[in-house]
T-cell receptor, first 117, second 115 residues
């Protein structure tokens, strides 16, 4: 019954390290999203992808990049981790392509809690 | 500027009480509004989605209503149970004609149901 999985539940990295967060969905969804969640700030969109090899910047893309080589997999990359990137990272996917009805049928992964020391 | 707020930030009630969670948004021209539940340290689980043409949605003990003109949605939980303890988030979606839809999540209401 697993739909959206994330590679790690907890991750501890050091400042300056390159960090990869992986997300896989098994529902053949076109859209995939990366959010970060911080206390008092809610969920903020980092990047999203509406197709293989396509990506769009969200509200807070600085310091992050993404990769989508296969439809089911969407990776978030921290090129040089910094302490202000300590956060909970959530991946989501939806079945509707394009920009319409982004929330419709959205499934979220369990999250990765990243700590950067 | 579009914003989403939720009141209260935290709520503690005895088991069996009916309760209401509130979500407010600026810019009433929304496309969808969705309520999610988040258990501590976990991802989000979708509860109810209300499309702009709808006034309410129901699932079991949950009822969500939408009043676009006043920029408000409420989530009503009947006969609350300890298992309802979680953070409840609302998310609002607006159509952006020249780009992809804008989605903003509220900060959430942390609910604790005391046995």
């Amino acid at each position: 019954d697993v739909k959206v999985t994330q590679s790690s539940r907890y991750l501890v990295k050091r400042t300056g390290e390159k960090v990869f967060l992986e997300c896989v969905q098994d529902m053949d969804h076109e859209n995939m999203f990366w959010y970060r969640q911080d206390p008092g700030l809610g969920l903020r969109l980092i990047y999203f992808s509406y197709d293989v090899k396509m990506k769009e910047k969200g509200d807070i893309p600085e310091g992050y990049s993404v990769s989508r080589e296969k439809k089911e997999r969407f990776s978030l990359i921290l090129e040089s981790a910094s302490t202000n990137q300590t956060s909970m990272y959530l991946c989501a996917s939806t079945r509707v392509s394009g920009g319409l009805a982004v929330l419709l049928g959205a499934f979220f992964g369990p999250g990765t809690r990243l700590t950067v020391l | 500027k579009q914003e989403v707020t939720q009141i209260p930030a935290a709520l503690s009630v005895p088991e069996g009480e009916n309760l209401v969670l509130n979500c407010s948004f600026t810019d009433s021209a929304i496309y969808n509004l969705q309520w999610f539940r988040q258990d501590p340290g976990k991802g989000l689980t979708s509860l109810l989605l209300i499309q702009s043409s709808q006034r309410e949605q129901t699932s079991g003990r949950l009822n969500a209503s939408l009043d676009k003109s006043s920029g408000r949605s409420t989530l009503y939980i009947a006969a609350s149970q300890p298992g309802d303890s979680a953070t409840y988030l609302c998310a609002v979606e607006w159509v952006v004609r020249t780009s992809y839809d804008k989605v903003i999540f509220g900060p959430g209401t942390s609910l604790s149901v005391i046995p």
